[in-house]
């Protein structure tokens, strides 16, 4: 219990006061991803203690990962005690004197801890004493882990006014109180409350205001941690956390909580509908006002599980804040019916009887009735329970006064009005106001005898005809336009990406993006540097003469220079590009884990799978599908079978391919092959860069001897290809148009660009009508004749914009050209990502391009009387980024 030190003292420079499962699951696995021992002290009691010290100074914290499974991580501490008794208290004081190295102190105590007068801030105020005796000159950045706003501001102005002016003047000189946002779900293990159990990483779960540069550069690198160089930036963090996460989440976790439903994955598809409709009508509007939430009130809810509150500081902000602007604003029916949800969860059952504790009256709450009675009992919060197998939960309130007033009420609608009328700004001489009272009350109402979900699927049907969404300004149509083009998730059709299952395949970093051979080749055309001694460099040094020939000695103004800062940018390293600061970013890149990091990407750019390149001629890639395929995430990686060495005829690559099957260097060899890798993979589709000299005759025998021996890539292509797409429907995905080693020395940086004969995909498509085409093609010049061919052939896609044409006055120029000719039926772009990180910036910067093609078309409908409906560019952004390439693939083509 006296705060025992385990091991040598030099590394301990943390010091956390609390043990809250924020603390213990954000800030301490920060702290010790960063190398530092941490001591943690518990305020009050020792339950925290006894479990710590019996697990040999350790904690275990659970993850529901998002495929659903839960994995436990172990956190050592470099001690542990409690300051609930005379000699843990003494023994905490004594900490300054044994850890010379401090620099860090968590607090982690409960909002009610960050009073005037707590225990907490008294002992926090008697360490810092300590500290300015024990470390002088030490300086200490103190870290909180409440969503208490400006959290920071306020511990330092409670630990002052308990302070002596000398200690006072050693704080404000050495001490920094950082103010933070933590932002990552949290309960308790259901079978051990004091063990966290957690959703993933988020991307921004503890978000630290920095202004004075206090701490280290290595934060910035640490997953789910951002920091922030300038004051009051924080502020707008927990705004959006407010009105858009929190916000969310009030709206639907009693929807949840009153249908059973057990966890996140297996919620109602309705539901997030209905979130959408509730962001898009409600909340989203409400964003771009500036609507000022007291402060008072803002305390207030975390003071205890006060749901009315919660809802007053994080959702009836929106109304208010839209009416303000809006005189003609009417709340939706989904904030409507939101509103109804917390109503109903707030409603004791029927013949149930108020329990009085101190922090108010504890009352006993209904689920909706469900077919089964399997379902578990646990503790969600302190003493209050849920039990889902007789559909019982307890639940307190502020004072109870709401809870009351809707327990056996006689009317409803009486009872709605008395709650409502509490809220700030409500006024009944308003007509928005009245209607939307008895929206609610009639909600309200029907959810006392029906399904919360089956009112939810009702309402959403009732509520969401096209007309509602009708879009009546250019304004709005942009806006529309812009939102979902920048947050639908797009299907990446083509990359050459590998997942970390694949090891040094998996390209992934600031190295490699620098040694992209986009960045190569111009390094090479402007530097004095020989191909030949630029390659004979290690990988680093390759990195290092292009940062700084490109980046350092000019201005990245290309593309793929700025891919670089823009993915950099997006991945929260901005600080660490405007000082050139390489070595930062590196030791940024080598704190991520390369699976964490793939989702972290694919969250970033937004998409919801990848289609990879497979080579069943590679050695290097084959390794890892046999014996027994390497396990990745084959939701965000999907396979495509590429076969470019079939088209060249090259058998000094089919040949040893086949022979580790033991097949005939034959068609049916090949054929057999084919087959084989197909059930392996599992591909959606062929793949080929169609060699620029490539000869197609229409003519070409189907019939040739099945035991030709070494048969000619365009026999290759008749003779099984062709037959097996068809015969199996497997698309074909063709890349027209590259030049391979325009200039060897160049290697794969030496690739060039040709026009290419268009009527080569034409006959293709032509003579083989079962069979599915995805093309695409490098020249600019092949552009407009195949967007052509595209209108002519049910079985050709076009997709993206490949290479040379990924540039935006090109990549413009085709999505506009293309959606006159083509509407919505081609896949708008592909990456064509080498390095994982690529991902981010070719999504970012092609979504602007999109946005702004596709305005003036919506635009140009609105004015010529066509009512326009977010629902439609909604379905239209989607199929552009993904949905017209899944319903090619989908598609059957008749003869």
Known sequence: MAFEIHGATDSVRAVCLGAGRFLRCLLVPALRQLGHGVVVAQPRGHDFVDACLAAGGTYEMDVVERDGHTSTHTVELAGVGTLGTRDGRAAFLELPYKLPHLR????????????????????????????????????????NTDNLPANGDAIKALVLALCTPDVAAYIDAQVTFHNSMVDRITAGRPSNALVPFSEPLPPKALVLEDSASSLDTSWAALPGVIVLRTCGDLSAYHKLKLNIANATHTAMVYCLALSRVGN?????????????????????????????????????????????????????????????????????????????????????????????TERGPI?????????????????????????SSVGRYTFRDGNGSVPSRLHNASSTSIAVLAVLETLPGCDWTRPTMLHFAADVAALYHRLLTTPALRVLEDVLEHFQAPRESALTSPDAVAASVQSHVTTTPVIDVHTHLFPPSHDALMLWGIDALLTYHYLVAEYLSTATTSPEAF????????????????????????????????????????????????????????????????????????????????????????????????????????????????????????????????????????????????????????????????????????????????????????CVVLPLAARLSLPIALKFGAVRGLNPRLC????????????????????????????????????????????????????????????????????????????????????????????????????????????????????????????????????????????????????
């Open 104 to 143: 860090y102190i968590g607090v982690g105590v409960t909002e009610a801890g960050i009073q005037a007068g707590s225990q907490a801030m008294a002992d926090f105020a008697a360490f810092l004493a300590t500290c300015s005796v024990a470390l002088p000159h030490a300086a200490l950045s103190v870290i």
């Open 264 to 356: 996140t994955t297996a919620t109602h598809e309705a539901v997030y509908t209905f979130l959408d409709e509730l962001f898009r009508r409600d909340i989203a509007p409400a964003l771009v006002q500036h609507n000022q939430i007291p402060a008072a009130l803002v305390q207030s809810v975390y003071d205890d599980q006060n749901a009315f509150t919660k809802f007053q500081i994080r959702l009836w902000p929106s109304v208010l804040s839209n009416l303000a602007c809006d005189a003609a604003y009417q709340p939706s029916a989904m904030m409507a019916l939101a509103t109804a949800f917390l109503l109903r969860f707030l409603t004791p059952a029927p013949a149930s009887e108020a329990h009085t």
């Open 363 to 387: 009352f006993t709450g209904f689920m909706d009735p469900t077919p089964t009675t399997e379902g578990r009992c646990w503790n969600y919060v302190g003493d209050l329970s849920a039990d």
């Open 535 to 718: 390659y004979a460099l290690p990988g680093t040094a390759q990195a290092d003469a292009v940062w700084q020939h490109l980046f350092c000695d000019r201005s990245p103004l290309s593309e793929a220079c700025q891919g670089v800062i823009t993915t950099l940018f997006e991945l929260g390293l901005a600080s660490l590009v405007a000082t050139r600061d390489l070595r930062g970013i590196r030791a940024w890149f080598d704190a991520q884990s390369p699976t964490a990091y793939v989702d972290r990407v694919f969250r970033l750019a937004k998409v919801r799978y990848v289609v990879m390149t497979n080579i069943p001629f590679d050695p290097l890639e084959t390794q890892y599908w046999t014996p027994t395929p390497a396990r990745c995430n084959r939701s965000q990686f999907k396979t495509a079978l590429r076969i470019d060495q079939l088209l060249l005829g090259l058998w000094s690559s089919i040949g040893p391919a086949l022979d580790t099957l033991h097949l005939p260097h034959t068609l049916d060899g090949v054929e057999q092959f084919l087959l084989h890798w197909i059930d392996v993979l599992q591909p959606e589709y062929f793949m080929a860069s169609v060699p620029h000299t490539f000869v197609y005759d229409d003519d070409s025998p189907r019939d040739a001897p099945r035991d030709l021996a070494s048969p000619s890539g365009a026999l290759l292509l008749s």
């Open 748 to 895: 794969l940086a030496g690739d060039g660009v040709a026009v290419v004969d268009v009527s080569l995909l034409t006959r293709l498509a032509r003579a083989n009508p079962r069979v599915k085409f995805l093309a695409t093609f490098l020249s600019r010049v092949n552009q407009h004749e195949v967007t052509v061919v595209a209108n002519k052939f049910a079985n050709v896609h076009l997709y993206g914009c490949w290479w040379y044409c990924n540039n935006p006055s090109i990549t413009s120029e085709l999505t506009r050209m293309r959606l006159e000719m083509l509407g919505t039926g081609f896949t708008a772009q592909h990456s064509d990502a080498r390095v994982l990180d690529q991902l981010v910036y070719k999504w970012k910067h092609f979504r602007s391009i999109l946005a702004t093609t596709l305005t003036p078309l919506y635009t140009q409908l609105l004015a010529h009387g066509w009512v326009v409906t977010d629902e439609d560019i909604r379905r239209d952004v989607s199929r552009l980024l993904g949905g017209s390439y899944e319903a090619f693939l989908a598609k059957r083509l008749d003869e």
